[in-house]
């Protein structure tokens, strides 16, 4: 396979000195390695070939600092000096070997060969704590942005834990200006009756290749909804699972990947109805120009006990060149009888007769393309609960488009 | 003066002959009638003046405003005062009708060398146009089209037209499927639109719309080809002996 990466188990051996968790880890990396075309849940890219390694990103001794903005910031996978304490939050950051005891309860680390990597490699976690029986009006904004070289493999580590009957909308920010080489793992759990709303925003240089896993888990009674809007770089892989672990919880789970140039995205997405009565929502759409490729997984498995589940998943993607590339494939795994389960594809190109409309009306071409597939991209934008994320996101992905829809 | 002057013109789509020569002239100011049997290519030639991609010129010329109409994009056609009320309005979902309207107007705004219109110009430009077609206002808040009733979106054809001004207006069967009520505002907002520097092109598989906007002339759509140009009596005498009449004349 490749050159560049065959080392990268010494340079994982090399850079972990001892430690627990951190040995457990890498015997777990040793035995899966970088997962390529041949391990199932990597079948659409091949992260030995499309994840550059040379070498193991340190992090500094300094804390970086933080804006000026009040958002929590993240950089290369280090915390910047917190906001000061709350009523409704705390945000820490430790060491890997005295992590919070929800840490490593969501990620698969023992199967995935991406995250047990992340694990071997990741020098603190972080760790957002949202307070029990607290609500958050505005959205909590954290900043992740990469400076690293590329070729220099950053681990960033989060945990996301929501209290007891605690309402908030977090914001992940993740951005690059450098081809970084990414590989973080974002572990989320929400404890009874919690109810929160993550907006994952992707919006990397070009060359930047990016593997983001989102882990989480829903105690009874909670809400979840998750967006991950993928603007497009050399690769985004998002590994999203969620298991509900207690009854009549709810999922949103949205997306939403713009691709251009040779680009490819990889939504690979988990959902398990381990507990009766939950209900899940998925609905992920691609946007692809160039010679790029997208693809999507939609695994959705129903434990034999989990009755009245509802499952409802869509897959769309538009194509608005014609060498662009789709690969959609919904796995249904159903083991309980009283559920109602769906699941639809397709993948099209812009409707002709509307595009004529359009001109016959003097709204040229590449508005008329542009206004189309913002159209597209709408609804999922709409799902996005919080109205100022929601502006956001819509903003970043029209400006995206701009380019995306010229001929 | 000349507004269009459509020469020798041949269509086809997908490789089937539709157009097969057609001659027509239409000065600033006229109101012409094409009539037809069904599928006698009446929507193709509305379709190849707005410039469908769909169809292939293979033969003939068509001069507007002095200009080669077949060689500008639909939407050059358009900024140039070409507008098509089409026979089956496009629904899109998703495309609200005000974001539509504005982009349609600042673009041809900008053909113009004028700058677009502020937000507050345009909104009043939509409330006064809704008042000539007596559009219902939430309309136009809802995306274009979809959900729309056939009267509905022949109307909102009307009320697209009053907002862009054209100079040649071809209507295409903006009778099908309205109600005498619906009908009624339709061409009542067509004649009020009417100046000495425009023209109209109605195409109608029926007289009765043209009780309502008087043509100046008819002329007969057959397999293709204008058959029979005359008054507005053509339409009554059609009526009265039916498409049969022309189709027996003119079998080949
Ligand atoms: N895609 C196509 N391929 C072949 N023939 C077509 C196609 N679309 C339309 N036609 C034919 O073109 C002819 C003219 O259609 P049209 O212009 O819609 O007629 P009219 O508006 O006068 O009823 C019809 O015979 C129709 O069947
Ligand atoms: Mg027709």
Redesign the interface.
């Known amino acids: 396979m490749s050159e560049v990466n065959d080392n990268v188990l010494a340079l994982v051996r090399a850079h972990n000195k001892s430690r627990d968790t951190r040995a457990a880890a890498i015997e777990c990396y040793e035995r899966l390695g970088m997962p390529g075309t041949d391990c199932e849940a990597y079948r659409f890219t091949d992260m030995a070939r499309m994840l550059p390694v040379r070498s193991i990103h340190k992090t500094a001794a300094d804390t970086p600092k933080a804006g000026a903005d009040g958002h929590i910031r993240i950089v290369d996978g280090r915390l910047a000096t917190p906001p000061e304490a709350n009523a409704h939050f705390s945000i820490a950051e430790t060491g890997i070997d005295n992590a919070p005891d929800a840490f490593e309860s969501v990620a698969p680390g023992v199967s995935d060969g991406m995250v047990a990597l992340n694990t071997s490699l990741a020098e603190a976690c972080i760790h957002l704590h949202i307070k029990s029986a607290t609500a958050l009006d505005a959205p909590l904004v954290v900043d992740i942005d990469f400076t690293t070289a590329p070729g220099q493999l950053v681990s960033p580590r989060l945990l996301l834990t929501s209290g007891v009957d605690s309402d908030a909308r977090i914001v992940l920010r993740q951005t690059s200006r450098t081809a970084a080489s990414v590989n973080m793992v974002t572990e989320v759990h929400l404890a009874e009756h919690a109810r929160l709303e993550v907006v994952t925003v992707q919006d990397f240089a070009p060359d930047a290749a990016v593997v983001n896993g989102l882990y989480c888990a829903q105690e009874a009674d909670t809400t979840l909804s998750l967006t991950l809007a993928s603007l497009g770089c050399r690769l985004t892989r998002n590994s999203v699972e969620a298991s509900f672990d207690g009854e009549r919880s709810h999922l949103d789970l949205n997306g939403i990947c713009l691709t251009q140039g040779s680009q490819h995205t990889d939504n690979h997405t988990r959902i398990r109805h381990l507990k009766p009565g939950c209900t899940s929502g998925e609905l992920f759409k691609g946007i692809l120009g160039g010679q790029s490729t997208a693809a999507f997984t939609g695994m959705v498995l129903v434990a034999d006990n989990a009755q009245k589940t509802e499952a409802l998943q869509t897959n769309r993607n538009l194509l608005l060149s014609p060498q662009a590339k789709a690969d959609t494939r919904p796995q249904l795994e159903i083991y309980a009888d009283d559920v109602r389960c769906s699941h639809g594809a397709t993948v099209g190109q812009l409707d002709a007769e509307q595009l004529f409309y359009m001109q016959a009306r003097g709204i040229g071409l590449d508005q008329a393309r542009r206004l189309l597939t913002e159209a597209f991209a709408a609804d999922v934008i709409e799902r996005i609960g919080d109205e100022t994320t929601r502006a956001t996101v819509r903003e970043a992905i029209g400006t995206r488009l701009e380019t995306l829809t010229q001929q | 003066m000349e507004l269009l002057k459509i020469e020798n013109l041949h269509a086809t789509i997908d490789g089937k002959e539709i157009l097969r020569g057609i001659n027509l002239n239409i000065n600033a100011g006229e109101t012409h009638a094409i009539m037809g049997p069904n599928g006698s290519g009446k929507s193709t030639l509305s379709a190849v003046l ?5 169809y292939t010129v293979t033969e003939g010329s068509v001069r507007f405003n002095g200009k080669d109409l077949l060689g500008l ?3 050059d ?3 140039e005062g070409l ?2 009320s ?1 026979q089956y ?2 629904e ?4 609200s009708m005000t ?2 309207m504005r ?2 107007v600042n ?2 705004r900008r ?1 113009q060398g004028l700058a677009p219109l502020s937000s507050g110009d345009f909104l009043k430009l939509m409330r006064q146009k809704k008042q000539i077609i007596d559009i219902d206002a939430n309309l136009t808040n809802r ?2 089209n979809e959900g729309f009733s056939g009267g509905e979106k022949k109307k909102n054809e009307i009320f ?1 037209m009053a907002m ?1 001004e054209p100079t040649l207006r071809i209507l295409d069967e903006t009778d099908s499927g309205l109600d005498i009520d619906a009908l009624r505002v339709c061409a009542d907002g067509v004649n009020r639109l009417k100046q000495p520097d425009n023209a109209t092109i109605v195409i109608t598989h029926y007289q009765r719309l043209l009780d309502y906007i008087v043509p100046d002339f008819i002329h007969i759509l057959y397999r293709g080809r204008i058959v029979m140009t005359g008054g507005k009596e053509l339409a009554l005498e059609l009526e009265e002996k039916g498409y049969d009449w022309i189709k027996k004349q003119f079998q080949d």
């Open positions: 707005a410039g469908n991609p769909a994009t639909p939407e056609r358009a900024h507008f098509l089409f309005p496009v899109i979902p998703g495309v974001n539509f982009a349609a673009e041809k053909y995306a274009v697209q862009l």
